[in-house]
Nanobody, 125 residues
């Protein structure tokens, strides 16, 4: 069992920045790939970014490349999503997820086994 707790959401103006945190705990969580997803009202859940604990591999959806950065702090057991140059279309609930798959980093929500409760990000224009 892996537990994930997100924090860091809030209200920000367009062009601003936020950093989301996901504190991970539980059995063997370092073996899991980590991902960030988001869901806007009336829309499907969307992949944002993923990474591993053990190397520098990362993957991003095209709409956030160059603006968002996913990273881990192994000492703090925390995954971060640094979000810069935020746009109103980034408004959503952001979820942290952990997946036990062993293939290359995945953008498919079905391959992630554990999810946090979500944190709201609102970007005003």
């Amino acid at each position: 069992q892996v537990q994930l707790v997100e924090s860091g959401g809030g209200l920000v103006q367009a062009g601003g920045s936020l950093r989301l945190s996901c504190a991970a705990s539980g059995r063997l969580f370092r073996r899991y790939a980590m991902g960030w997803f988001r869901q806007a009202p009336g829309k499907e859940r969307e992949f944002v970014a993923s990474c591993t604990w053990s190397d520098s591999s990362t993957r991003y959806v095209d709409s956030v490349k160059g603006r968002f950065t996913i990273s881990t702090d192994n000492a703090q057991n925390t995954v971060y999503l640094q979000m810069n140059s935020l746009k109103p279309e980034d408004t959503a609930i952001y979820y942290c997820a952990a997946g036990s798959y062993t293939s290359s980093l995945s953008s498919l929500s079905g391959q992630y086994d554990y999810w946090g409760q979500g944190t709201q990000v609102t970007v005003s224009s």
